[in-house]
């Protein structure tokens, strides 16, 4: 055993030894948790992913002795058809976190500085802190609308705007996408995690606008956050650039075999996308219905801003509840440290019956003696 005394920062990059990690949100052990924390899809993958993972590693896995193919080529071809594009236009990778950081390492750096809407995806400043580049944020005020004019102006080498944002759920269209792409001078990252629950995209004007980025994930509209799969749709000159800086290997055999088989079937996805929808809106109705604020979300989560059985909103009511219901092993997202975020809970989008254990413990919960 080294002895405790070892000082292994003496020997480290200086940006890690500075920087915070990203936490991400609770994976709680153990069963019987309703679990609305972390933007994961309720409902299982396509059946055919199951059936082509089988065949992938069939009886004695044999296949999983051979490395993957570098490029996840099949998969770029099946993902630049369903983009009406060259199959060069995309690069894949280990979640689109792989993506987003890849975007970071060759964008931003000492002297490049990298921009971000604040507060949005917590795991952009961590990136920026990694390449030692400052980091530029343009705040947005209560409505979450897009502030594309501070965004231009920034001076950012490479910007990171989610649509739908997390964690308002609010979208930006295609024509404020597009505004800002002929506007901002730099890279733009338009991150979609969420898009497919969204109205619209702007997944076609990257043919349009060759320094806009769009990054997708095959974590939450496909159920597979636990295959790590996501991608970059850009011009192909971006492509080139991000294709060097990546592992050899970014994606594994049978992630590249579960996204294929998923992208294969949209019938599918059509319907579980179609679902996930219908249940936001009648939750929002719902959080009407008790006379509390939520966000018009086009993502699978909403934002909503609860109130105690007194009517008063605020830090301390949010902490609260969140806690109440994490008694009851009910899991949301409290983000307490931004004020705009600060008197809200981040609610994922369920099956009914989970959104119905939630909305039952809401109604439980006002029912409380009011706090002294
Ligand atoms: C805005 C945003 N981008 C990217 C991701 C990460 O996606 P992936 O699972 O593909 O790494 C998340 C995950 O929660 C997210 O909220």
Known sequence: ????????????????????????????????WVKLNTNENPYPPSPQVASALRQEIRRDGARLRLYPNPTGKNLREALAKHHDVAADWILAGNGSDDILNLLMRVYSGPGRAAGMTTPSYSLYPVLAQ?????????PFGNDFALNGAGIAKCRANIFFLTSPNA???????????????????GILVIDEAYAPFARDNAAHLVKKYPRLVVTRTF?????????????????????????????????DRLAQTAALAAIGDPAYYKKTIARVVRTREAFRKKISRLGWFAQPSQANFVLIEPANSCGQTGPDVAAALFAWLKDRKILVRYFGKHPL????????????????????ALDSWLKLAPPR
């Open 219 to 251: 974590s939450k509209a496909y159920s597979l956050a636990g295959m790590r799969v996501g991608y970059a749709l850009a011009h192909p000159g971006i492509i080139e650039l991000l294709d060097r800086a990546r592992d050899s290997y970014n994606l």
């Open 130 to 138: 990694l390449q030692g580049c400052k980091l530029i944020e343009v």
């Open 1 to 32: 055993m080294p002895k405790k005394t070892f000082k292994s920062r003496l020997f480290a990059n200086s940006n890690v030894i500075a920087m915070h990690a990203y936490t991400p949100g609770e994976q709680p052990a153990g069963s019987g």
């Open 167 to 185: 964690p308002s759920g609010v979208g930006f269209t295609p024509s404020q996408i597009a505004a800002l792409a002929k506007k901002f001078p």
């Open 341 to 360: 975020t600060h008197a809200s809970l981040r609610v994922t989008i369920g099956t009914d019956q989970e959104m119905a254990a939630l909305t039952a």
